[in-house]
């Protein structure tokens, strides 16, 4: 429809008639509620989408993280990467932070229980990537941040294969240990994760 406004003398050529001409008594009462209804659908067709969009991953990762049996995931233990950016380094390297965030000792197997993942559209899970770096010792504990003095962070790094995965990737890596009480390691994991940028 050529509609255009002319000021006051603004006119729709499929009608004839005045587009700022005052509707019958009642017309707008009746169309609003239509209108708001009509926005309303199309709001709540837009907020299913997005959760429609990401809720396959989040779904597959409870799934992982069920089975996993770990508590409190990003709470007793916090992963940051190293140095700025969070992204792998020129040799696929990613150097991060963990620290230890409770009031508990964590033991760490060597390489800090790394493990990689990264998510598959195609079999709607969460898949392994083999890390290449290789780690000596027998374990780590990280103590609690009592002081300044504790021993409440360490720096490890991960080598994932970057040739198994597609452009642009995202990887999650997992750190995960086990609370030390009594002086002895307990079943009790606990972890913390990180999603790396690998699309630069």
């Given at each position: ?31 609003r509620p239509f209108v708001a209804a009509f926005l309303l659908l199309l709001a709540d067709l837009g907020c299913g989408l997005a959760r ?82 290789t780690y000596l010792g027998d374990g780590e504990i990280i103590e609690p941040r009592l002081s300044e003095a504790s021993n409440w962070a ?47």
């Amino acid at each position: 429809m050529a509609t255009r406004s002319l000021g006051s003398n603004a006119f729709s050529s499929r009608s004839g008639s005045l587009v700022g001409a005052t509707p019958p008594r009642g017309t707008a009462r009746r169309t609003r509620p239509f209108v708001a209804a009509f926005l309303l659908l199309l709001a709540d067709l837009g907020c299913g989408l997005a959760r429609g969009a990401g809720s396959d991953q989040e779904v597959a990762w409870q799934t992982y993280a069920d089975q996993m049996q770990v508590r409190d995931w990003n709470r007793t233990l916090e992963v940051s990467i190293a140095d700025a950016p969070s992204t792998a380094g020129s040799e696929g390297v990613i150097d991060l932070l963990v620290t230890n965030r409770s009031n508990e000792e964590v033991w760490f197997p060597p390489g800090y229980g790394a493990i990689l993942l990264t998510y598959s559209e195609e079999n709607l899970r969460w898949e392994e990537v083999k890390n290449r770096a290789t780690y000596l010792g027998d374990g780590e504990i990280i103590e609690p941040r009592l002081s300044e003095a504790s021993n409440w962070a360490a720096v490890t790094s991960v080598a994932p294969t970057l040739d198994t995965l597609g452009k642009p990737a995202m990887l999650r890596v997992l750190i995960v240990g086990r609370v030390v009480r009594d002086g002895a390691v307990t079943e009790e994991a606990v972890g913390g994760y990180i999603d790396v940028d690998l699309s630069t």
